[in-house]
């Protein structure tokens, strides 16, 4: 077992990566109150064309299946719920699946050991048969009825759907529904033999527990098979988005909502993912902040009716990696709120003593990140799903950035590339 000293943080995570494949990162305090754990998956919304482990063909199956298999893993043979199993030790359970990851979690006090141990289980006992799968077929038809109900998924699924060519966003992670209604056991059996193969999966763990237990446990629950090489498709991608502009109509909104998108090749950077990641996180803070000048501007004029906020996304395609920078906020006055984000934007006025004040605040949400249970697992994986594995490289170069750099990153910016999404009533 190997021991990672995040340094800046002060935390220590153990890992472990089992002969089969599976990596193991965890994080121990004799002191906490509540355990945690979450086996993830590499397999989500966007992988529907691989090569199945043990074929040299390359297959396409449904849009959807990712989530659907998601569903079809609480069902055990013995007819056992897991959500009632969990019940019984006052443990939360659930499940998630998103365009890359299929996520399943569980958190609570009491009996660790025996929940982990039945969390590895189910996930890798899976049992699909034509009745219940047909059977899971109308559930998961609603859910989809209901999604397209849902403003907020139509919103999001937009705006990825419009900045990329060729990277299967068009799908939404449900799936059309004539892709459910085709789905059959088989192609489940063939996903999952495939993307739950331990080499493909990571196992993040917070817990009282000592860490060498928990290895132990997972050794003893896990296939005892050799560490495997996964094909996906890469699709390559155009710099250009998909479409620029699109609005939408819905009777389930009340506030006109907007998105606009930035897309660019990060190799116009120059930098390492983390330096772009970094760099722009700072520059927008400094113009969209909820303390921003602009941002109190907006408000004063009343052009938005509440603060601006953006996430930075990345997206890696056969032959290059991209990244985008996507601002939503609640207007009625679109055009306005363009015009002056756009001039915003490209005017660049930012100084050395407000890059110091965001490098700060930067550095104190990542302390923030680490300061309880919860925080600390979600900031594993969002470290590892980051840059595929956790270690101090991420957070050393977040005390490190430095003015001169940011400059020459954020000299790049422009406005070529870009996708709009309005949304109203």
Request: proline share 2%.
């Amino acid at each position: 077992m190997k021991t990672i000293k995040l340094n800046v943080v002060n935390e220590t995570i153990y890992y472990e990566k089992l002969d089969n494949g599976l990596e193991i990162y965890i994080s121990y305090d004799k002191d906490i109150k509540n355990n945690a754990a979450c086996y993830l998956t590499k397999f989500g919304g966007l992988d529907i064309e691989f090569t199945p482990i043990g074929e040299k063909e390359m297959i396409k199956v449904p849009s959807g299946i990712a989530h659907f298999l998601e569903h079809k893993l609480f069902e055990q043979e013995s007819g056992e719920s897991v959500h009632e199993f969990y019940k019984r030790s006052g443990t939360y359970c659930n499940a998630m699946t998103d365009y890359k990851t299929t996520r399943y979690i569980i958190n609570g006090p009491f009996n660790f050991k025996e929940n982990l141990e039945y969390l590895l289980n189910y996930v890798n006992s899976p049992y699909f048969t034509d009745k219940n799968v047909e059977k899971e077929k109308g559930i998961i038809l609603e859910e989809e009825s209901m999604g397209r109900d849902n403003p907020n998924r139509i919103f999001y699924e937009t705006v990825n759907k419009n900045l990329y060519n060729t990277i299967p966003y068009n799908y939404s992670i449900i799936g059309t529904r004539d892709d459910i209604k085709s789905i059959t056991k088989e192609e489940l059996y063939t996903c999952y033999n495939t993307f739950y193969n331990p080499s493909n999966m990571v196992l993040f763990v917070l817990t009282n527990t000592k860490p060498e237990e928990i290895i132990d446990i997972v050794k003893r629950n896990t296939k005892k098979i050799k560490e495997v090489k996964i094909t996906k498709k890469k699709y390559f991608e155009k710099e250009e988005v998909k479409k620029e502009k699109e609005i939408i109509h819905s009777d389930k909104v009340n506030e006109t909502r907007i998105s606009y998108s930035l897309k660019f090749k990060t190799s116009i950077f120059n930098a390492k993912k983390v330096e772009i990641d970094d760099y722009l996180c700072i520059f927008f803070g400094m113009m969209l902040g909820e303390l921003s000048d602009f941002n109190i501007e907006l408000k004063k004029k009343k052009i938005i009716k509440d603060d601006v906020f953006f996430y930075i996304d990345f997206e890696e395609a056969a032959d290059e990696e991209y990244v985008t920078v996507n601002i939503n906020a609640l207007t009625n006055k679109t055009n306005e709120f363009i015009k002056l984000l756009e001039e915003k934007i490209m005017k660049k006025d930012y100084n050395e003593d407000n890059f110091n004040l965001y490098r700060k605040d930067s550095l104190s949400n990542l302390m923030w990140s680490v300061n309880s249970g919860v925080n600390i697992m979600n900031s594993m994986i969002r470290l590892y799903l980051f840059d595929k594995k956790i270690d101090n490289e991420v957070i050393d170069f977040k005390s490190n950035i430095n003015y001169k750099r940011f400059k020459e990153i954020i000299d790049k910016i422009n406005l070529k590339h870009k996708s709009i999404v309005i949304m109203k009533k």
